[in-house]
């Protein structure tokens, strides 16, 4: 059975940073697809990064130089390094899995709706 497992969210200021990470059972990270992505209330839910094993990794732009996604395998576990937060990035975040391919649909990170397997969420809130 494959889970996906967030923490690491919190409360932070504007310009602070935090880790997340996605501990993950069950599936295999170099053949397929992992990555981030987040939904602010109101708001659909977007990819913020995406590992692709069939292409590369995707980052949304407006997070580009400020977000690092990383990959563990001994630790089967899924990072992603927020830096210069901004108080738009205030959202609950996933880690999510799936079929690698989707970069050769899209451009920028996988598609929500191309993800199979999702964790919980774990809220990141960034005042101003």
């Given amino acids: 059975q494959l ?3 967030e ?5 932070v200021q504007a310009g602070g940073s935090l ?13 397929n697809l992992m990555g981030w992505f987040r939904q602010a209330p109101g708001k659909e839910r977007e990819g913020v990064v995406t590992i ?4 590369s990794t995707s980052y949304l732009d407006s997070v580009k130089g400020r977000f690092t996604i990383s990959v563990d ?7 992603l390094q927020m830096n210069s ?14 079929e690698a391919g989707w970069c050769r649909v899209v451009p920028g990170p996988a ?5 199979n397997y999702w964790g919980k969420g774990t809220l990141v ?3 101003s």
């Fill in 125 to 127: 809130t960034i005042s």
């Fill in 111 to 115: 598609p929500a709706y191309g993800m």
């Fill in 73 to 79: 395998n001994a630790k089967n576990t899924l990072y």
């Fill in 19 to 31: 880790t997340l990470s996605c501990q993950v059972s069950g599936f295999h990270f170099i053949n």
């Fill in 7 to 11: 923490s690491g969210g919190g409360s």
């Fill in 85 to 98: 937060l901004k108080p738009e990035d205030t959202a609950m975040y996933y880690c999510a899995a799936g």
């Fill in 3 to 5: 889970l996906l497992e």
């Fill in 52 to 55: 692709d094993n069939d292409c």
